[in-house]
């Protein structure tokens, strides 16, 4: 059993920043690749960041140059830094984390509840 709970979300203006937080717990052996993304149509969520266990990253071509994914292995957290927020931005943030659980070594895949990220004047 795999639990994520992410915070930092919340009302930004146009040109302003936020920090996502994630944090993972439970049954994990290890911890592959874990990832940030933003609920559109369809039924997978639009990918806007990730990060590898050896910390290769990805970033959707939009928020390129503006955010940050960045991971802490040690206490099994993902960050997401959003510098110089559109309304373009806004949107239900997911975090996602893949990895292993103990005792079976089974692939997990969990998701976050979302939280909200508002730009708005």
């Known amino acids: 059993q795999v639990q994520l709970v992410e915070s930092g979300g919340g009302l930004v203006q146009p040109g302003g920043s936020l920090r996502l937080s994630c944090a993972a717990s439970?049954?994990?052996?290890?911890?592959?690749?874990m990832g940030w993304y933003r609920q559109g149509p369809g039924k997978q969520p639009d990918l806007v960041a990730k990060i590898s266990s050896g910390g290769s990253r990805d970033y959707a071509d939009s928020v390129k140059g503006r955010f940050t994914i960045s991971r802490d292995n040690a206490k099994r957290m993902v960050y997401l830094q959003m510098n110089s927020l559109t309304p373009e931005d806004t949107g239900v943030y997911y975090c996602?984390?893949?990895?292993?659980?103990?005792?079976?070594?089974?692939?997990?895949?969990?998701w976050g509840q979302g939280t909200q990220v508002l730009v708005s004047s």
């Open positions: 439970g049954s994990i052996f290890t911890i592959d690749a």
């Open positions: 996602n984390v893949k990895g292993y659980f103990s005792g079976t070594y089974s692939l997990f895949d969990a």
